[in-house]
């Protein structure tokens, strides 16, 4: 907006509430200037991140909060605070070992012991600390003051900010409302109490812990009990145990329903001949990806045979293929359902999420529970960690296909499966290959975390390289896996690279 036309005074009485007049004079003179304009807000100035909150300007509010509370413990604690606190714990915990060792020595002493020594020269080295610790202590107290004044400075400063960017931020704000009426202006009783409540209750709590730090024991530490966590663990193991003596048939379906798909890849690659795969790979590559992505697999295959890794590297190929071809014929018909359905997509959506934030190591653990160690265990995991992306991209390519399209097909009569096959997914597909590529990569990090479980192939020798630090076999492993996961990335997404 450059123009006060664009201004409408009455739009501006409605958000503020109070005050309009100077808002709407204040408004104006920002949308006529294309260049920084001072506006000072004297509100903002006095009551800093409490005015933000009022206005339901939170996510300002909560920054200039964290440095107003942070500024005004410094002040505190430099002019009132016992900012010495440690140096003189840790003196009385020296004079504590002091004095035990003075018995010590005292009774050395009357026993004409040859340890006298030691304990006088201990005796003294703790002496000596105590002396340090008092120095340290004398100057950290010396700096109270200006620990102190550098909180003023702070303090005013960040005061005198909100003022000037007060009604910047403010009329950003108006813009947004104007435009979606379900933004809250704020300025209700709600808001006056809840930033006010708020803001006193942040920053006197944190002044009292940082600068009274034995004031409250409460702060020391989080409020718990040794059988909470007792029981929760008997909670979670009792819960695992009937999980794995009732879902048994279900466990065991899916045991052999991977290890066929496993034993059928580990015979096809590790027990034919190195040339046959070798000749077969080289020409379905040419096939999907072309000539030079031909030779490429067969240079990445011969550094694997020249090098050793033949067996392994077949075993990790059948592992990796495993996985990924798992997770790619569960994930599209699954990316495809959501798409259609949005409730069920939301639904899942915070499974996946899970699926990828939690730490490797820690869904191995029921992982492991139900199936136990070994290549079938290693493929889950791998399927946990690395199938979510198609899902997600799979849904995000449907989506993303043109309305204008689907609505000239279906005015030609196409059906649904015609619409699907013929139109969303050859116009998806380039984002659907992109979530296949992110699915082998993810594959492909967890091949010596598998490794752990008895999976064996190249990861094995990673994890071997990391324990006895051999540099070499590490890195040549690596870079193994690293081809391993290159062939099938360009064997499966061709030439339909994004």
């Given at each position: 907006?450059?123009?006060?036309?664009?201004?409408?005074?009455?739009?501006?009485?409605?958000?503020?509430?109070?005050?309009?007049?100077?808002?709407?004079?204040?408004?104006?003179?920002?949308?006529?200037?294309?260049?920084?304009?001072?506006s000072?807000?004297?509100?903002?100035?006095?009551?800093?991140?409490?005015?933000?909150?009022?206005?339901?300007?939170?996510?300002?509010?909560?920054?200039?909060?964290?440095?107003?509370?942070?500024?005004?413990?410094?002040?505190?604690?430099?002019?009132?605070g016992?900012?010495?606190?440690?140096?003189?714990?840790?003196?009385?915990?020296?004079?504590?070992?002091?004095?035990?060792?003075?018995?010590?020595?005292?009774?050395?002493?009357?026993?004409?012991?040859?340890?006298?020594?030691?304990?006088?020269?201990?005796?003294?080295?703790?002496?000596?600390?105590?002396?340090?610790?008092?120095?340290?202590?004398?100057?950290?107290?010396?700096?109270?003051?200006?620990?102190?004044?550098?909180?003023?400075?702070?303090?005013?400063?960040?005061?005198?900010?909100?003022?000037?960017s007060?009604?910047?931020?403010?009329?950003?704000?108006?813009?947004?409302?104007?435009?979606d009426?379900?933004?809250?202006?704020?300025?209700?009783?709600?808001?006056?109490?809840?930033?006010?409540?708020?803001?006193?209750?942040?920053?006197?709590?944190?002044?009292?812990h940082?600068?009274?730090?034995?004031?409250?024991?409460?702060?020391?530490?989080?409020?718990?009990?040794?059988?909470?966590?007792?029981?929760?663990?008997?909670?979670?193991?009792?819960?695992?145990?009937?999980?794995?003596v009732?879902?048994?048939?279900?466990?065991?379906?899916?045991?052999?329903?991977?290890?066929?798909?496993?034993?059928?890849?580990?015979?096809l690659?590790?027990?034919?001949?190195?040339?046959?795969?070798?000749?077969?790979?080289?020409?379905?590559?040419?096939?999907?990806?072309?000539?030079?992505?031909a030779?490429?697999?067969?240079?990445?295959?011969?550094?694997?045979?020249?090098?050793?890794?033949?067996?392994?590297?077949?075993?990790?190929?059948?592992?990796?293929?495993?996985?990924a071809?798992?997770?790619?014929?569960?994930?599209?018909?699954?990316?495809?359902?959501?798409?259609?359905?949005?409730?069920?997509?939301a639904?899942?959506?915070?499974?996946?999420?899970?699926?990828?934030?939690?730490?490797?190591?820690?869904?191995?653990?029921?992982?492991?529970?139900?199936?136990?160690?070994?290549?079938?265990?290693?493929?889950?995991?791998?399927?946990?960690?690395?199938?979510?992306?198609?899902?997600?991209?799979?849904?995000?390519?449907?989506?993303?296909?043109?309305?204008?399209?689907?609505?000239?097909?279906?005015?030609?009569?196409?059906?649904?499966?015609?619409?699907?096959?013929?139109?969303?997914?050859?116009?998806?597909?380039?984002?659907?290959?992109?979530?296949?590529?992110?699915?082998?990569?993810?594959?492909?990090?967890?091949?010596?975390?598998?490794?752990?479980?008895?999976?064996?192939?190249?990861?094995?020798?990673?994890?071997?390289?990391?324990?006895?630090?051999?540099?070499?076999?590490?890195?040549?492993?690596?870079?193994?896996?690293?081809?391993?996961?290159?062939?099938?990335?360009?064997?499966i997404?061709?030439?339909?690279?994004?």
């Open positions: 907006m450059t123009d006060n036309d664009f201004i409408d005074p009455d739009q501006i009485h409605e958000f503020v509430k109070t005050r309009p007049d100077y808002y709407v004079r204040e408004f104006q003179k920002i949308n006529n200037s294309t260049r920084f304009v001072f000072l807000n004297l509100a903002a100035l006095l009551f800093g991140s409490i005015w933000f909150g009022i206005r339901n300007i939170w996510n300002w509010a909560l920054a200039f909060l964290l440095i107003e509370t942070f500024a005004i413990v410094q002040v505190i604690r430099g002019l009132f016992n900012i010495s606190a440690e140096a003189y714990q840790k003196i009385d915990q020296i004079q504590s070992t002091i004095d035990f060792r003075q018995k010590q020595l005292e009774a050395a002493i009357e026993s004409n012991s040859d340890k006298v020594d030691v304990f006088e020269r201990t005796i003294k080295s703790l002496e000596d600390s105590i002396a340090g610790y008092l120095q340290e202590a004398q100057r950290i107290e010396a700096l109270g003051l200006w620990i102190a004044v550098g909180g003023i400075v702070l303090f005013l400063a960040i005061r005198i900010f909100q003022g000037v007060a009604n910047t931020i403010l009329e950003k704000r108006f813009s947004e409302w104007v435009s009426r379900s933004i809250s202006p704020g300025m209700m009783m709600l808001n006056f109490v809840s930033s006010t409540v708020f803001a006193i209750t942040i920053i006197v709590l944190s002044t009292i940082y600068s009274f730090p034995n004031l409250v024991a409460l702060f020391a530490d989080f409020p718990t009990h040794p059988d909470i966590r007792l029981l929760s663990i008997d909670g979670v193991e009792n819960g695992f145990d009937y999980a794995v009732k879902g048994d048939a279900i466990f065991t379906a899916i045991t052999i329903g991977i290890r066929s798909v496993l034993d059928s890849l580990e015979m690659f590790v027990k034919t001949p190195w040339i046959v795969v070798i000749g077969a790979i080289a020409v379905m590559t040419g096939l999907s990806a072309g000539p030079r992505a030779i490429y697999s067969v240079a990445f295959l011969a550094y694997m045979g020249l090098l050793g890794f033949w067996i392994k590297a077949m075993t990790t190929l059948a592992l990796l293929g495993t996985a071809i798992l997770s790619i014929t569960i994930g599209i018909p699954l990316g495809i359902y959501c798409s259609t359905r949005p409730r069920f997509y639904f899942i959506r915070p499974i996946m999420d899970f699926m990828q934030t939690m730490p490797a190591f820690v869904f191995m653990i029921p992982v492991i529970a139900f199936f136990g160690t070994g290549k079938v265990a290693a493929v889950i995991i791998t399927m946990i960690f690395g199938g979510t992306p198609v899902v997600r991209l799979t849904v995000l390519g449907l989506k993303g296909v043109p309305e204008t399209i689907r609505e000239a097909a279906i005015a030609y009569g196409a059906s649904k499966w015609f619409l699907l096959t013929k139109v969303d997914l050859p116009l998806a597909m380039p984002t659907i290959l992109a979530g296949v590529n992110q699915t082998v990569m993810l594959s492909l990090a967890m091949v010596v975390v598998a490794s752990l479980i008895g999976a064996k192939g190249l990861g094995q020798d990673v994890l071997e390289a990391l324990q006895y630090a051999n540099v070499g076999q590490g890195i040549l492993a690596g870079i193994a896996i690293l081809f391993c996961a290159l062939i099938l990335d360009r064997v997404q061709g030439k339909k690279r994004v």
